[in-house]
């Protein structure tokens, strides 16, 4: 697999988006099982860059669920699609909850929608996790 180097992080050069195929069921176990072994082969196979968006229905909280196990395996990237400020703070919190998980390696803002307002926060959060 080949990797790229952003900052002090390394994530392999190839990833998995999420759109329509984690845009599943979440109360049928069997087409959840099959997720989780989709995410299973990509770490298998070192794709563990994956990507979703609030955008894709409940792509965030399948993939979430199918990393349960072992987050820590995966670099996620996501993005923030609304406009307002209390709105946006909103989405990004529901997105940390869905993918279980306290950290996000890319967060970006989808079309560039309300950017001025989002841009702030997200920088702000990455300080946050920069400290922590």
Known sequence: MLYRKVKDLIFPAVGMGTFKIF??????PEVLGI????????RIHQMTLVDSSPMYGNSERVLG???R???KDFQIATKVWIKGFEEGKK???NTFSLLGTNYIHIFQIHNLVDW???LPTLTNLS???ESA
């Open 69 to 71: 196990d072992n987050p």
């Open 23 to 28: 845009d599943v069921n979440t109360s049928d």
């Open 65 to 67: 669920l199918s990393i």
């Open 35 to 42: 997720r989780a072994d989709i995410i299973n082969e990509c």
């Open 91 to 93: 989405q990004i919190d």
């Open 116 to 118: 001025k307002t989002h």
């Open 127 to 129: 300080k946050r996790e």
